[in-house]
T-cell receptor, first 114, second 111 residues
């Protein structure tokens, strides 16, 4: 168990809908990352938050948004869903310790858009 | 940006050593990581190496880094069927930088 909790584990929704994925980082980790894993694209970085502020942005579509709350949990909002958005969405949190950065991943949310 | 390449598939027999290879393009990557993903599961951090190291050993795992060739390898000694999974190589700048992942190598261990 990595200590990163993601809910829900599975989500099935229709095209055009909006969903929210939730992530609770490991205790004490200030930074949260969202990644999308699909068969054709592999693991793609979407967005990163650090202590409530957006820190880095990757290949995140304009239909997607995220935020990190004061209690450090994060939500990824996906709207106007398309079939191609079906993927595994991972959240990770990281801590910088002993001169190294360790990023720990949650179990992921499998999103299926039908 | 960083580009990370891995071979897609490796098949070994139980008890043999496995070597999974990775090449990366960005020489400024400070940390290089190996993650393991079992079916239906998340990514498990196996080990990482700092770019000023050539080798790191952790029980059955040995990481070798050739910084000149930008080549990273993960050796698993005495490979077990439970090691069957997808292994991802990733590079990052350390601190709170993001990680760039390869597409993963599927390791299949047969009895």
């Amino acid at each position: 168990d990595s200590g990163v909790t993601q809910t829900p584990k599975h989500l099935i929704t229709a095209t055009g809908q909006r969903v929210t994925l939730r992530c609770s980082p490991r205790s004490g980790d200030l930074s949260v990352y969202w990644y999308q894993q699909s068969l054709d694209q592999g693991l793609q970085f979407l967005i990163q938050y650090y202590n409530g502020e957006e820190r880095a942005k990757g290949n995140i579509l304009e239909r997607f948004s995220a935020q990190q709350f004061p209690d450090l949990h994060s939500e990824l909002n996906l709207s106007s869903l398309e079939l191609g958005d079906s993927a595994l969405y991972f959240c990770a949190s990281s801590a910088y310790r002993d001169g190294g950065t360790e990023a720990f991943f949650g179990q992921g949310t499998r999103l299926t858009v039908v | 940006g960083e580009d990370v390449e891995q071979s897609l598939f490796l098949s070994v027999r139980e008890g043999d050593s496995s070597v999974i290879n990775c090449t990366y393009t960005d020489s400024s990557s400070t940390y290089l990581y190996w993650y393991k993903q079992e079916p239906g599961a998340g990514l498990q951090l196996l080990t990482y190496i700092f770019s000023n190291m050539d080798m790191k050993q952790d029980q059955r795992l040995t990481v070798l880094l050739n910084k000149k060739d930008k080549h990273l390898s993960l050796r698993i000694a005495d490979t077990q069927t439970g090691d069957s999974a997808i292994y991802f190589c990733a590079g990052g700048l350390g601190g709170y930088s993001t990680l760039t992942f390869g597409k993963g190598t599927m390791l299949l261990v047969s009895p």
